[in-house]
């Protein structure tokens, strides 16, 4: 018997499974990735439903993490988890950047001064500048 209660074919059978699902995580986890660099937000939902099944998957398969840290045999599927762990962390700073960006471009369309001048197209396509402040007449 191991530590967690497992029998060592038990803990291999677990390891067996729960390697292919881990590999599954992290190619979803890049197909994630190219969904919001693509701004595919329809797609980017439609994998987080798959992501949790499989999260929820992994729990179910692997030991607790002094089990998982303390024997060699799972060094492969910790390496993987690792790749999973630094690829969830990439995409969440790439919608972090994503998030600052539309602030900035909410907080500058709210939060100008009146008096500040505005880059706009006109009816022909063209560039034009007014100032927040103008009135109607003059616009």
Not at 22 to 41: H, S, T, V
Not at 51 to 66: F, H
Not at 110 to 136: N, T
Request: hydrophobic residues 40%; glycine residues 6%.
């Amino acid at each position: 018997m191991t530590v967690s209660g497992e029998s060592e074919a038990e803990m291999a059978a677990s390891q067996a499974m729960a390697l292919p699902v881990a590999e599954q995580l992290q190619q979803l986890l890049g197909l994630e990735f190219e969904a919001l660099k693509a701004q595919d937000l329809d797609r980017f939902e439609h994998l987080q439903t798959a992501k949790t099944d499989l999260l929820s998957e992994l729990a179910r398969l692997c030991p607790d993490s002094e089990v998982l840290q303390a024997h060699a045999d799972w060094q492969d599927l910790k390496d993987v988890l690792v790749d999973c762990r630094d690829m969830h962390r990439r995409n969440a700073m790439l919608i972090e950047r994503k998030l600052d960006a539309i602030r900035g471009a909410l907080r500058s369309l709210s939060a100008g001064h009146a008096s500040s001048p505005v880059e706009v197209y006109d009816r022909l396509g063209k560039m034009s500048r007014f100032s927040k402040g103008r009135g109607v007449n003059e616009a």
